[in-house]
């Protein structure tokens, strides 16, 4: 059974930094693609970042020079490195491998 667990989100003031977590089991995560989303209040879900199996990186415009993906392979995990947020990137996140979806982490930008 697979499983993605996010954890990281919270609260945070803006220009502030959060590091988020995608843990996996069941599916091994250096042969996928990984990829991050986030949804707002009343928007659709939006792409944000992604690594490939074979490490190219992509990042939606909205998170260019602000957000970093990276992956562990060895801990079957991959991170998302949230810096100089802005209360639009206030959102849940999600982690998603092929089919599968984490149950997301809440990230919050507010003064």
């Known amino acids: 059974q697979v499983q993605l667990v996010e954890s990281g989100g919270g609260l945070v003031q803006p220009g502030g930094s959060l590091r988020l977590s995608c843990a996996a089991s069941?599916?091994?995560?250096?042969?996928?693609?990984i990829n991050w989303y986030r949804q707002a209040p009343g928007k659709q879900r939006e792409l944000v970042a992604g690594i490939t199996r074979g490490g190219t990186i992509n990042y939606a415009d909205s998170v260019k020079g602000r957000f970093t993906v990276s992956r562990d392979n060895a801990k079957n995990t991959v991170y998302l490195q949230m810096n100089s947020l802005k209360p639009e990137d206030t959102a849940v996140y999600y982690c998603?491998?092929?089919?599968?979806w984490g149950q997301g982490t809440q990230v919050t930008v507010s003064s």
């Open positions: 069941g599916i091994i995560f250096s042969i996928n693609d």
């Open positions: 998603h491998v092929f089919i599968y």
